[in-house]
Nanobody, 124 residues
Framework: QLQLVESGGGLVQPGGSLRLSCAAS????????IGWFRQAPGKEREGVSC????????NYADSVKGRFTISRDNAKNTVYLQMNNLKPEDTAIYYC?????????????????WGQGTQVTVSS
């Protein structure tokens, strides 16, 4: 069974940090671009970051540039999202997803496999 599983979410104060992980089972991630997406209550799901299959290219939403870093360890079949200087507006369910096209674009309509999501809450 092909599956993506996110972990690492939680409650953090503004200015804090979290590292999300996206682990694959049933397939290897090294031929897929991986994207992180988030959905806040009452809002549409939006792209946060994307990394190419090789890890050589990355993209970020303007709202997270300079604060979030995406990386991957293909040997561990895992992609990470390091989130620093978190703000209350970062509160959302975070999802990872895989795109069989290897470039760092990750259009939401192309994403073929999705995880179940992990909750991130930024609050004092």
């Amino acid at each position: 069974q092909l599956q993506l599983v996110e972990s690492g979410g939680g409650l953090v104060q503004p200015g804090g940090s979290l590292r999300l992980s996206c682990a694959a089972s049933g397939f290897t991630l090294d031929s897929y671009a991986i994207g992180w997406f988030r959905q806040a209550p009452g809002k549409e799901r939006e792209g946060v970051s994307c990394i190419s299959s090789s890890g050589g290219s990355t993209n970020y939403a303007d709202s997270v540039k300079g604060r979030f870093t995406i990386s991957r360890d293909n040997a561990k079949n895992t992609v990470y999202l390091q989130m620093n200087n978190l703000k209350p507006e970062d509160t959302a369910i975070y999802y990872c997803a895989a795109d069989s096209w290897p470039g760092a674009l990750c259009p939401i309509a192309r994403m073929g496999y999705w995880g179940q999501g992990t909750q991130v809450t930024v609050s004092s």
